[in-house]
């Protein structure tokens, strides 16, 4: 059992009611740093927009970000794709249940071939770049996608990632979460020089997961992963392990959040058209 069949097993899990969706999604932002980050900067991007904008989750997984940006705002509309199939079924049931299918849509999509003309007024990209080899391609059909002054957002691991693990692990643990990436990570320099080339006017990068959201992530997330992958038994355990461990996590995130790193395991990357 690897990274992402457990996130399907736990999704199933809570996937049985809207209720038990609604606190999954809460369990995910309250686990998950880079939620954090993102919930931040799409906080700081919807002040003061009331109209009827257009919104685009690329990626959208199992519909947690669709759903904290309907909450921001009830005129928004949310295009949310994705490339499972099971995943695009599950959200649109789901937001009809909750009487949102109106407003939010989901569909497949390959972002290497996915475009639409000068349409959205914010792009949202979450742990998606590091599964795909054609970076500059889907940057390019973002920015053609996206209206003028429009942001883009994204969160992506960074290539400091290694720096945080030992190497003679690649091929034990820490291959847990990263055997679907076609890259570790983006330097930084590196995913603000492509996104200039596709014409983004303005680009800003910064760090997360530095030193307190690391370790955090180690506690949280890579040592249940890991003790998971051995033995399914532990998800009895799991609510116990997290009563002693969380509070500290919760701590280290909120320090990781409102600090400033020199480096750090993953990117949140801003670009305007």
């Known amino acids: 059992m690897k990274y992402d069949p457990i996130k399907k097993s736990l999704g199933k899990v809570f996937n049985k009611n ?4 609604k606190i999954f999604y809460k369990l995910l932002d309250l686990l998950l740093l880079r939620a954090w980050f ?7 991007w919807s002040k003061n927009k009331s109209e009827n904008l257009n919104i685009l989750d690329a990626g959208a997984g199992f519909g947690q970000y669709t759903y904290f940006i309907s909450t921001l705002n009830k005129k928004y509309n949310i295009k949310a794709v994705d490339v499972k199939h099971e995943q695009i079924e599950d959200c649109n049931k789901f937001f009809a249940k909750i009487n949102k299918s109106d407003k939010i849509k989901f569909e497949y999509a390959d972002l290497t071939q996915f475009k639409e003309d000068n349409k ?11 599964h795909i080899v054609e970076d500059v391609a889907v940057f390019r059909n973002f920015y053609n996608s996206m209206k003028t002054d ?3 957002l ?10 945080h693990h030992d190497h003679s692990e690649e091929e034990g643990d820490e291959h847990f979460f990263v055997e679907e990436h076609v890259r570790e990570g983006y330097k930084i320099e590196d995913i603000i020089e492509k996104l200039k080339s596709v014409g983004f006017s303005k680009v800003e990068a910064k760090y997360s997961y530095g030193k307190p959201g690391t370790i955090s992530w180690i506690l949280s997330m890579k040592i249940p992963i890991i003790v998971l992958n051995f033995s399914k038994l532990f998800f ?12 500290w996590a919760f701590v280290l995130n909120f320090f990781d959040l409102i600090g400033y790193h020199k480096s750090g395991r993953g990117l ?3 670009a305007w058209k």
């Open 38 to 44: 993102v919930k931040k900067e799409l906080k700081i």
């Open 154 to 163: 994204i969160s992506t691991p960074s290539d400091k990632a290694e720096d």
């Open 18 to 21: 809207p209720f038990l969706r």
């Open 120 to 130: 959205f007024d914010l792009i949202l990209s979450v742990d998606v770049m590091e």
């Open 268 to 270: 949140v990357v801003k």
């Open 236 to 247: 009895i355990l799991l609510p116990f392990y997290y009563l002693i461990v969380y509070p």
């Open 150 to 152: 429009a942001m883009l």
